[in-house]
């Protein structure tokens, strides 16, 4: 009977060893994901700012079908989750926005990365981590 004791704890154990590194790895999975969404969100909100410039004139303090003049605001530039930041490439017209995420990307090395190019058609959003 002590045998049988002994080798239920241990399967039981193993049962619950298994269970905790499945669940880290799903939590994982999730943070990334969340952090991913997170920053398209931010750069969606950016460029709608943005393509506000570029519809406004000139006159009225906007870019007048330019992007040209349009700045990140600072606050974007490093966020409150610590290292993720926004960088954006203004031209006359378009605007290439790249955000960088604090988790681990797909390639489980560096960091989430999405960018979102805004051109007065629309915009376009590759996810590159």
Known sequence: ???????????GTIVVIIAVAIGIDLFSASSTEVNRDNIISVLTSLSSDAHAFYKKEKQLGGGGDS??????PKS????ENGKRYI????RKNRIVFTGYGTEKGR???SPVRVRLILRPTGTQIRIQN
């Open 67 to 72: 992007y040209v003049g349009w700045q990140l």
């Open 1 to 11: 009977m002590g045998q049988q004791q002994l080798l239920l704890i241990v399967l």
């Open 87 to 90: 960088r954006a490439r203004v």
């Open 76 to 79: 974007f530039k490093k966020h």
């Open 107 to 109: 390639n489980q090395r």
